[in-house]
Antibody, heavy 119, light 110 residues
Framework: EVQLVESGGGLVQPGGSLRLSCAAS????????MSWVRQAPGKGLEWVAN????????YYVDSVKGRFTISRDNAKNSLYLQMNSLRAEDTAVYYC????????????WGQGTLVTVSS | SYVLTQPPSVSVAPGQTARITCGGN??????VHWYQQKPGQAPVLVVY???DRPSGIPERFSGSNSGNTATLTISRVEAGDEADYYC?????????????FGGGTKLTVL
């Protein structure tokens, strides 16, 4: 059974940093693109970043470029999102999601972890 | 950047057919994916590549895509179908492929 379990969310002050993790199981992690998608309270879904199977390609939404870094450790079946210079507008539930390949859908999602940026 | 437009809400009586649209410039040339999200839960893929269904998704869920509009159709609507629905495409028009979601449609079962 495919499982994606996010962790690392919490309350952080504006300008602060946080590192999210996503533990994957039930599939060959190294064979899939992986993504982060977020959802602000009461709002819609927003794609944040993608990373290729071997980590050689990474893509970001413009609003997080230069502040967020997506990475992965295939030996640990884990996906990460390092978030720096956090802003109030980054407050959201962050989901990790599996993507079989570019142009394909997000076929499995984790349950999400809440990040709150507030003083 | 590419924009997907969905109606904020759609209402339908049980047993009737719900149609949720997703508008975008020449969206018919792209593959559209649809997600269902119930309150407090993660999204679930219900239709991919315009009209295909993942295993476990009822045949009542179907999709179409042509011209500037993609449509998710839910036949014989049940109370359990009440949820937010999002369309999604990949946009390759910039220097790298990125993901675009529609704003979401809240389906209310009357």
């Amino acid at each position: 059974e495919v499982q994606l379990v996010e962790s690392g969310g919490g309350l952080v002050q504006p300008g602060g940093s946080l590192r999210l993790s996503c533990a994957a199981s039930g599939f060959t992690f190294s064979s899939y693109w992986m993504s982060w998608v977020r959802q602000a309270p009461g709002k819609g879904l927003e794609w944040v970043a993608n990373i290729k199977q071997d980590g050689s390609e990474k893509y970001y939404v413009d609003s997080v470029k230069g502040r967020f870094t997506i990475s992965r450790d295939n030996a640990k079946n884990s996906l990460y999102l390092q978030m720096n210079s956090l802003r109030a507008e980054d407050t959201a539930v962050y989901y990790c999601a599996r993507v079989p390949d570019i142009l394909t859908p997000f076929d499995y999602w984790g349950q999400g972890t809440l990040v709150t940026v507030s003083s | 950047s590419y924009v997907l437009t969905q109606p904020p809400s759609v209402s339908v009586a049980p047993g009737q057919t719900a149609r949720i649209t997703c508008g975008g410039n020449n969206i018919g040339s792209k593959s559209v994916h649809w997600y269902q999200q119930k309150p407090g839960q993660a999204p679930v893929l219900v239709v991919y590549d315009d009209s295909d269904r993942p295993s476990g998704i009822p045949e009542r869920f179907s999709g179409s895509n042509s011209g500037n509009t993609a449509t998710l159709t839910i036949s014989r609507v049940e109370a359990g179908d009440e949820a937010d629905y999002y369309c999604q495409v990949w946009d390759s028009s910039s220097d790298h492929p990125h993901v675009v979601f529609g704003g979401g449609t809240k389906l209310t079962v009357l």
